[in-house]
């Protein structure tokens, strides 16, 4: 394998494929810039899902979460909520067909409350289609926010309760995780933000508790293998200690 095609991380200890975590913003911003309605921001952002969903696994990521629609986005104009809407219908129908050749698990996380009856068909039918897939996981996080999936966990852990088949003392960060919309995935180990803003935006609140970030001055609908390359570069350089100290310092620390 030549120098330049070689993984970031291939050296990496651990042996897991690597969680990546995209919050794909900045579709308006690109749309802007070229005078163009927003919604072709949006079309031109499933372009470059495809592009990076294409390049994570041969850059070593097993792992790949998107946050496609937040609980939040329900506030923008009707129509670009319709358009937000129509964009897994757009995906599943170019892309689904292939991604389930490639061994691609999909999954839809979020509420399903608020959905078209058409779309929650169309997203169980691509996650039973591709539900024994192992090659490569795609999480597509739809109707999705950090604090209301921890407050629903924690409301179905409360039902638990009430109904005596669980004890308050049950409750650990496992069981808790176990409880997620996420519950399956690994933790992500990176999460990155293109189009400059550096904040989470209520995504993966829950599971960010060690992730690195990476913030990326590039617009969504122009990411690609490129700049998922240089995000990991930026992480194989971080120093990951998970709240504990160096070996070296231990030793130090005599
Ligand atoms: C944020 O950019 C992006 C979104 C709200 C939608 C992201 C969705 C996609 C990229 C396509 C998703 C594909 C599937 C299959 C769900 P913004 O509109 O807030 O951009 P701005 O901050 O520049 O206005």
């Known amino acids: 394998m030549a120098?330049?095609?070689?993984?970031?991380?291939?050296d990496r200890p651990e042996g897991r494929p690597l969680h990546v975590a995209v919050v794909m913003d900045g579709n308006g911003r690109w749309?802007?810039?070229r005078?163009?309605?927003?919604p072709l921001g949006h079309r031109a952002g499933v372009e470059a899902l495809r592009r990076t969903v294409s390049a994570?696994?041969?850059?070593g990521i097993g792992w790949l979460t998107v946050f496609g629609f937040s609980t939040e986005n329900w506030s923008r104009p009707a129509a670009e909520v319709a358009e937000l809407m129509a964009l897994p219908k757009r995906y599943f129908e170019t892309?689904?067909?292939r991604l389930n050749r490639e061994g691609v698990r999909v999954r839809v996380i979020g509420r399903r409350e608020g959905l078209s009856r058409e779309l929650v068909r169309l997203?169980?039918?691509?996650?039973?289609?591709?539900?024994?897939?192992?090659?490569?996981?795609?999480?597509?996080?739809?109707?999705y926010g950090g604090q209301a999936d921890i407050a629903e966990a924690?409301?179905?852990?409360?039902?638990?309760?009430?109904?005596?088949?669980?004890?308050?003392?049950?409750?650990d960060e496992a069981m808790f995780a176990g409880l997620l919309a996420t519950a399956g995935s690994p933790p992500p180990d990176l999460i990155v933000r293109p189009s400059g803003e550096q904040r989470l935006s209520n995504f993966l609140l829950w599971e960010a508790a060690y992730a690195e970030l990476v913030f990326q001055d590039v617009l969504w609908p122009d990411y690609g293998e490129e700049h998922l390359r240089a995000a990991l570069t930026e992480f194989a350089a971080r120093d990951r200690r998970y709240g504990a100290i160096v070996a070296?310092?231990?030793?130090?620390?005599?």
């Open 31 to 33: 749309a802007k810039q």
């Open 56 to 59: 994570a696994p041969k850059l």
């Open 248 to 254: 070296d310092d231990v030793l130090a620390a005599g």
């Open 35 to 38: 005078s163009l309605p927003r």
């Open 123 to 143: 997203i169980d039918d691509a996650q039973a289609r591709t539900a024994n897939n192992t090659a490569f996981h795609l999480d597509i996080a739809f109707n």
């Open 154 to 171: 924690a409301r179905r852990f409360a039902a638990e309760v009430a109904a005596g088949r669980r004890k308050p003392e049950d409750l």
């Open 3 to 10: 120098a330049a095609d070689k993984p970031p991380i291939a």
């Open 95 to 97: 892309d689904l067909d």
